[in-house]
């Protein structure tokens, strides 16, 4: 029987180049979605699928990503003296959402070596991944579907998403042969194809893997810029011990682009009773004047 995953690793040590000037001072984990920093929304995800321990792979300049999930006693006074008890609760449940540990990454040497600063703490477990970038609104949290997906079929698992044909350059694709409807046993994975990728499906954050994976990264040659690739051990568990794809039930917005951030905040902005209806009206407005 497969080990629970109680652990997930959220690499978080990029320096958001694309949200520059706001990225000077703030990082880009924190921005909001309407008024929720997008790792919140993260940490949120892995909590509501049971997992118990996140561990925030950080960067110089990054601790209040960290403070963001510690009590803040002198606000919580100053709402409670004000009667605003269900914000003050609002703003402690955020201190309870997961255990929370943090690891440096002293430098920027990619994704696979981003997930390999968590191996000690990780141990000898299944883990989880998850990138902040990729935000997945689903009614079943987009990691539980991997986690059910990983104690069904005991291998690895990769979120896959069918994108155009003439977008896979944009992402690592899968391919291999369909174990039913949803799951996909992986064959290979190439990142980024320049033509004749073997097929539609994209490699989207979210991962649920072996702890041998961890093996797998010290093995893997660095690339241009010295960068160690995540994808690279994927390829070699994939072979060695099988990996599975998993088709995610639910919309997933690209928070680390910038016009995929604003469809994520007009989009969660919807979902809620005390902005849409102003929210509507006014992009009807904007609509109609064209």
Known sequence: MAKRVRKC??????LGTRFLPATK?????LLPI????TLQY?????AHAGIEDVILITARGKTSMVDHFDLS????????????????????AISSMARLSSVRQHEA?????????????????????????????????????????????GMGVVALMEVPVEETSLYGVAAGEMIDERTMRIDHMVEKPKSDP?????VIGRYVLPSRVFDY??????????????????????????????????KRYDAGDRLGYLKANVAFALKRPDLRDGLLAWLREIVEQG
């Open 9 to 14: 690793v959220v690499p978080a040590a990029g």
């Open 25 to 29: 001072s703030v990082p880009k984990e």
């Open 34 to 37: 309407v008024d929720t920093p």
């Open 42 to 46: 993260i940490v949120g995800e892995a």
């Open 73 to 92: 006693p002198e606000l919580e006074e100053t709402l409670l003296a004000r009667g605003k008890v269900a914000e003050r609760n609002a703003l402690r």
């Open 109 to 153: 040497l990619g994704l696979g070596h981003a997930v390999l600063q968590a191996a000690n703490l990780v141990g000898d477990e299944p883990f989880a991944v998850i990138l902040g970038d990729d935000v997945i609104d689903a009614e079943v949290p987009a990691i539980a579907q991997l986690v059910e997906c990983y104690e069904r079929t």
């Open 198 to 202: 073997p097929s539609n499906l994209a």
């Open 217 to 250: 990264l010290r093995e893997v040659k660095p690339g241009v810029g010295g960068e160690i690739q995540l994808t690279d051990a994927l390829a070699m568990l994939a072979q060695r011990e099988g990996l599975v794809g998993y088709r995610f039930e639910g």
